[in-house]
Nanobody, 125 residues
C-alpha cells in the first residue's frame, strides 16, 4: 500500500511561486510514474504534470507549461512541483498520484492507483 502526503500549499499573490512536495511511502517509489493533478473550485479534477519513474521524461498540461516544473528525488521518495508565475486560475487543491502498475506517462487519472489527501493552493489576483 502506497501512502502519499502533499505539503507546501498556501496563499500566494499572482506572479509568485510555490513549491509543493509529495512524500511517498513504499519500497518501489523509483518504479512508479508520478503525477500532479488539481481540482479548481467548481471544476473537475484536471491533469497538471507527470514524470517517469527515473525522472528522465516529463509532460505538462498546456495551461502550466513553461511555468511549472515536476521533479522527483527517488532517494528521498519525494515528488515535487515547482510553480512559478502563478495565476488566479491556478487556484485549486493539488493532488499527487502514483501509478504503481505501470511505469509510463499517462494523463488519465484512472490509471493512478494512489492519491494524496491534497493541498490547497490559492492565488490571489
Amino acid at each position: 500500500q502506497v501512502q502519499l502526503v502533499e505539503s507546501g500549499g498556501g496563499l500566494v499573490q499572482a506572479g509568485g511561486s510555490l513549491s509543493l512536495s509529495c512524500a511517498a511511502s513504499g519500497r518501489a517509489f523509483s518504479t512508479y510514474t508520478m503525477a500532479w493533478f488539481r481540482q479548481p473550485p467548481g471544476k473537475e479534477r484536471e491533469f497538471v504534470a507527470a514524470i517517469t519513474s527515473s525522472g528522465a521524461t516529463d509532460t505538462y498540461a498546456d495551461s502550466v507549461k513553461g511555468r511549472f516544473t515536476i521533479s522527483r528525488d527517488n532517494a528521498k521518495n519525494t515528488l515535487y512541483l515547482q510553480m512559478n508565475s502563478l495565476k488566479a486560475e491556478d487556484t485549486a487543491v493539488y493532488y499527487c498520484a502514483a501509478n504503481t502498475a505501470r511505469a509510463y506517462l499517462t494523463r488519465n487519472p484512472t490509471i493512478y492507483s494512489y492519491w494524496g489527501q491534497g493541498t490547497q493552493v490559492t492565488v490571489s489576483s
